[in-house]
């Protein structure tokens, strides 16, 4: 994976202290229409003690004073959701990728840190301080708060859904009825809640297939969640349904003799019937051409895709290619389209305290992200990558700078040296990791006989970090998640925002809202104007 490290790496910074430096934004901005004046990037010179770290900042200032402002509307829009992907994560995954090159890791950064269109996003559902995702992703998806557990409806709403009762219009719904192609991408199953949101209205996340719909839901007439992915295409009560949808969760749409769940009929088969080319293995996946426009399904597996550490990629295509894919398809559509790509299984590891493969499935969602801004034009497209919600995970115990961020603490040297330092005791006597949960199944030991935690166990991926309150699986968290915006409009990714506002913020860059239009309005005045006085 090629993923932009800072300007700096961790060798850089062992500049002399006397060492003249010169500074200029790591941004390329030659040729690009939008590029900031050229007195804007003038370079500066330091020398003597600190002249790395004020070099350090003046590129990250001039990487600001250089940053585009797009107003243009935007013809496609991508967001990409890493469930669970709270701040703490971020820092632990930019720190390990830096690592991962032989770097310290802490002034790293990822793909999308660089973009600079930030905001924290407030999480709570219309019912929860701490939510789950199938509200908090029904927040992007429709633009309106729901309660935890529902699928793109009004809140408090339970059966009337599905008795012909008023449902907000998803993303995915908005762009189809206006001649957009869509797409969903997913390392979770298909049905799992945050993709569902995108296509599905449902009172519980939990009714994927048929067979898990209770007895008042059929009598209500409700439709599973994976019937209503196929439904896209077979209704078309808003455009033609999905052209691309890749995942997980195969046994929501087959039936119980095929291998899956469904007692009705086997929904690939029906996608099949409608023209749509059905592949559920990588060999199958990578012989397709992503110029044909038959609308593309494709089921990797029974239940979740593999975590990065476990994926066989002669068995999984990667995050990164299953979302190069739905670009290359999606950008036949002259139109545009509208694509929601997520990487589900950051929040498994974590619900599992397993620090390895939640930073390891963040940096494969990393990858995909850097995939995508380097198949589009920033012109045309928008680029939100953001998070569900958080989880109870923290970066703490002062361990040096470049300790590993998997590993023990290890403290810096009482003696400003280099020099190594054996692992920093709790109160127990015991060493700790840097990484840590609040809650979860794995309690630390107490008791004089416990033994203490070695390097070599600690960094074995199968490792699960230590809680302090015993539960059966860790849980979300309430704090904020970070947005990252890039493309038409990012600027309006700022500040703190309710996370429905991001719905907002990419209707307006496609120029659906009513702010847009009276931008427009405006804009169209301001040229008549204009005319009038050059008569």
């Given at each position: 994976m090629i993923i932009r490290a800072a300007l700096f790496s961790a060798s850089a910074l062992t500049l002399a202290a006397c060492q003249t430096v010169t500074v200029q934004s790591d941004i390329d901005w030659s040729g690009r229409d939008d590029a900031a004046p050229e007195a804007v990037a003038a370079p500066a010179e330091f020398d003597g003690p600190g002249a790395?770290?004020?070099?350090?900042?003046?590129?990250?200032?001039?990487?600001?004073?250089?940053?585009?402002?797009?107003?243009?509307?935007?013809?496609?829009?991508i967001v990409f959701i890493a469930d669970g992907m709270s701040p703490a994560t971020i820092t632990a995954t930019r720190i390990l990728d830096g690592q991962n090159r032989g770097e310290t890791g802490e002034e790293n950064y990822l793909p999308f840190e660089r973009w600079g269109h930030t905001a924290l996003i407030k999480t709570y559902s219309e019912n929860a301080q701490v939510p789950d995702s199938a509200a908090t992703a029904t927040a992007i998806h429709t633009g309106v708060k729901t309660h935890s557990g529902a699928i793109s409806v009004y809140a408090r709403d339970t059966l009337e859904?599905?008795?012909?009762?008023?449902?907000?219009?998803?993303?995915?719904?908005?762009?189809?009825?206006?001649?957009?192609?869509?797409g969903i991408v997913s390392s979770a199953r298909l049905t799992h809640a945050t993709p569902a949101t995108a296509y599905a209205h449902i009172t519980s996340r939990n009714w994927e297939s048929d067979a898990s719909l209770p007895a008042d839901a059929v009598a209500a007439g409700c439709t599973d969640i994976a019937a209503q992915l196929i439904g896209t295409r077979e209704a078309a009560a808003y455009g033609d349904g999905l052209e691309?949808?890749?995942?997980?969760?195969?046994?929501?749409?087959?039936?119980?003799?095929?291998?899956?769940?469904?007692?009705?009929?086997?929904?690939?088969?029906?996608?099949?019937?409608?023209?749509?080319?059905?592949?559920?293995?990588?060999d199958s996946f990578r012989a397709l051409d992503a110029q044909d426009d038959a609308p593309v399904l494709g089921l990797f597996t029974r239940s979740h895709l593999s975590y990065e550490l476990d994926r066989d990629p002669a068995e999984e295509p990667s995050l990164a290619e299953l979302t190069a894919f739905a670009i290359e398809r999606l950008s036949q559509d002259e139109d545009g389209y509208y694509l929601m790509v997520e990487a589900g299984r950051v929040d498994h590891a974590h619900h599992g305290t397993n620090a390895a493969r939640a930073l390891n499935d963040a940096l494969a969602f990393a990858e995909a992200v850097e995939t995508a801004e380097g198949l589009v034009d920033l012109d045309d497209t928008l680029i939100l990558v953001t998070s569900d919600h958080g989880h109870v995970f923290t970066i703490?115990?002062?361990?040096?700078?470049?300790?590993?961020?998997?590993?023990?603490v290890h403290p810096p040297a009482p003696n400003l040296t280099d020099a190594p330092t054996p692992p920093l005791p709790a109160q127990d006597g015991r060493p700790?990791?840097?990484?840590?949960?609040?809650?979860?199944?794995?309690?630390?030991?107490?008791?004089?006989?416990?033994?203490?935690?070695?390097?070599?166990?600690?960094?074995?991926?199968?490792?699960?970090?230590?809680?302090?309150?015993?539960?059966?699986?860790?849980?979300?968290?309430?704090?904020?998640?970070?947005?990252?915006?890039?493309?038409?409009?990012?600027?309006?990714?700022?500040?703190?925002?309710?996370?429905?506002?991001?719905?907002?913020?990419?209707?307006?860059?496609?120029?659906?809202?009513?702010?847009?239009?009276?931008?427009?309005?405006?804009?169209?005045?301001?040229?008549?104007?204009?005319?009038?006085?050059?008569?």
């Open positions: 790395d770290w004020r070099t350090l900042a003046q590129s990250e200032i001039l990487d600001r004073l250089n940053r585009p402002r797009r107003e243009g509307q935007a013809r496609n829009v859904p599905c008795q012909g009762g008023p449902v907000p219009q998803t993303l995915v719904e908005m762009a189809e009825a206006r001649g957009l192609s869509t691309v949808a890749l995942g997980g969760g195969r046994a929501a749409f087959v039936t119980a003799d095929q291998g899956g769940q469904r007692q009705d009929r086997d929904l690939t088969a029906a996608w099949s019937d409608l023209g749509g080319v059905y592949v559920e293995d990588a703490a115990g002062y361990p040096r700078r470049g300790n590993p961020i998997l590993g023990l700790y990791t840097t990484l840590g949960y609040h809650n979860g199944a794995v309690l630390r030991p107490r008791g004089a006989d416990a033994e203490p935690l070695t390097q070599e166990q600690v960094l074995d991926p199968d490792y699960r970090q230590e809680v302090a309150i015993p539960m059966g699986s860790e849980t979300h968290s309430g704090d904020d998640v970070i947005a990252f915006a890039v493309g038409p409009w990012a600027h309006l990714v700022d500040g703190t925002m309710e996370q429905h506002t991001l719905h907002h913020v990419i209707t307006h860059a496609y120029g659906w809202s009513a702010t847009a239009a009276m931008i427009e309005a405006d804009d169209d005045a301001d040229e008549d104007e204009g005319e009038d006085d050059d008569d």
